[in-house]
C-alpha cells in the first residue's frame, strides 16, 4: 500500500491563508473534472482536461487571493472560477471549434457547485479518516486495510476477505467502521468551520446520528435534535441536507454511485507526487 505524505491542510483553512497547499487544491480535481464531462460533453476531451489544470493553478494563485469570505461561500466563488477558464480556453481553440460561442455557454449552477464542493470535502474527509485509522490500534489499521483495499485496488468484498484472511461480512464491518470515521471527519471539518468545538465523544455521537439521519427520510432536525448543542445540530443539519439532496455519495461501495466514490478518492491513499499538479 502507497499511503501520502503527512503533509495536508484543509481545503477552507488554506484558502482563507491565501496558501493553498497542493493537496489541498487537487481534491477539486476530480468533482471539477466530472462536472465538466457533465455540463459540457460536446468539448474536447482533451480541452476539459486543460480545463481542470487552469482551474487548479487559478485556485493556486491568484484566484484565491481574490476570495473574500465575507462576500460569500467559496462553492459559488468557484463557480465564476470555473466559467472564466472554460471560456477562456474555448476562446484560446476557437479555430478548432467553429459556431462556438463561448459566451453562450452554461455556467455551474449552485447544485453543481455543491457537489463540487461535497466532492472535494470527502477527498479531505478520507484523507483525515485515513490518518485516524494509521494512527489506531491493530484493530484500526484492519480497518483502514481494508479501505485500502476498495480505494487503491478497486477489490470487491470477497477480493479483500481473500487478501487480509477474513469473511465477507467481517469485511463489511470494517467498511462501516471506516464509513463512520469518514462521516465523522466530514463533520468534524464543516464544525471547525463554523467554529464550534465538541469533545470527542460528543462529536462521535453527533456523527453516529449524523449517519443515521443521511440515509433516514425523516426530517434532518428531527433526527439530530437532542444529538447535541444547538449549534453542532445546526451545521450537522445543514450539512446532511447538502448530502442527501440528491448527492448519493455513500450508496454503497458496488453501486454505479459508490464507484464513482472510489474512483474520486483512489488518489487519496496513493503516493504523493513532489509536485503539484
Given at each position: 500500500m502507497g499511503f501520502v505524505g503527512s503533509?495536508?491542510?484543509?481545503?477552507?483553512?488554506?484558502?482563507?491563508?491565501?496558501?493553498?497547499?497542493?493537496?489541498?487544491?487537487a481534491a477539486y480535481r476530480e468533482p471539477i473534472a466530472r462536472f465538466l464531462a457533465r455540463a459540457y460533453p460536446g468539448l474536447p476531451v482533451d480541452l476539459r482536461e486543460d480545463v481542470?489544470?487552469?482551474?487548479?493553478?487559478?485556485?493556486?494563485t491568484s484566484a484565491v487571493a481574490r476570495?473574500?469570505?465575507?462576500?460569500?461561500?467559496?462553492?459559488?466563488?468557484?463557480?465564476?472560477?470555473?466559467r472564466n477558464q472554460v471560456r477562456a480556453a474555448v476562446r484560446a481553440?476557437?479555430?478548432?471549434?467553429?459556431?462556438?460561442?463561448?459566451?453562450?455557454?452554461?455556467?455551474?449552477?449552485?447544485?453543481?457547485?455543491d457537489a463540487i464542493d461535497l466532492g472535494?470535502?470527502?477527498?479531505?474527509?478520507?484523507r483525515a479518516a485515513h490518518d485516524a485509522l494509521l494512527a489506531g490500534g491493530a484493530a484500526e489499521r484492519e480497518v483502514l486495510y481494508c479501505l485500502s483495499g476498495r480505494l487503491v485496488n478497486g477489490l470487491g468484498y470477497e477480493a479483500i476477505?481473500?487478501?487480509?484472511?477474513?469473511?465477507r461480512d467481517a469485511?463489511?464491518?470494517?467498511?462501516?467502521?471506516?464509513?463512520?470515521?469518514?462521516?465523522?471527519a466530514l463533520l468534524a471539518e464543516a464544525l471547525r468551520e463554523e467554529g464550534v468545538e465538541l469533545p470527542p465523544r460528543a462529536l462521535a455521537r453527533l456523527a453516529r446520528e449524523f449517519a443515521t439521519a443521511l440515509s433516514s427520510r425523516r426530517p434532518v432536525e428531527e433526527l439530530l435534535a437532542r444529538a447535541g448543542p444547538a449549534p453542532a445540530v445546526r451545521v450537522a443539519a445543514d450539512l446532511a441536507e447538502r448530502v442527501r439532496a440528491g448527492r448519493r455519495w455513500f450508496p454503497g461501495l458496488d453501486s454505479p454511485d459508490g464507484r464513482a466514490f472510489v474512483s474520486a478518492l483512489r488518489a487519496v491513499l496513493e503516493p504523493a507526487p513532489e509536485e503539484g499538479p
Open positions: 503533509t495536508w491542510f484543509t481545503t477552507l483553512a488554506a484558502l482563507r491563508a491565501a496558501e493553498p497547499d497542493w493537496q489541498a487544491i481542470v489544470q487552469d482551474v487548479l493553478c487559478a485556485l493556486r476570495f473574500r469570505p465575507e462576500r460569500g461561500r467559496f462553492r459559488d466563488y468557484l463557480r465564476g472560477v470555473i481553440r476557437r479555430r478548432e471549434l467553429p459556431g462556438l460561442d463561448p459566451d453562450a455557454l452554461p455556467a455551474a449552477t449552485s447544485e453543481d457547485a472535494a470535502r470527502l477527498v479531505l474527509a478520507v476477505a481473500a487478501r487480509e484472511g477474513l469473511s469485511v463489511k464491518r470494517r467498511l462501516a467502521r471506516a464509513r463512520a470515521v469518514i462521516l465523522e
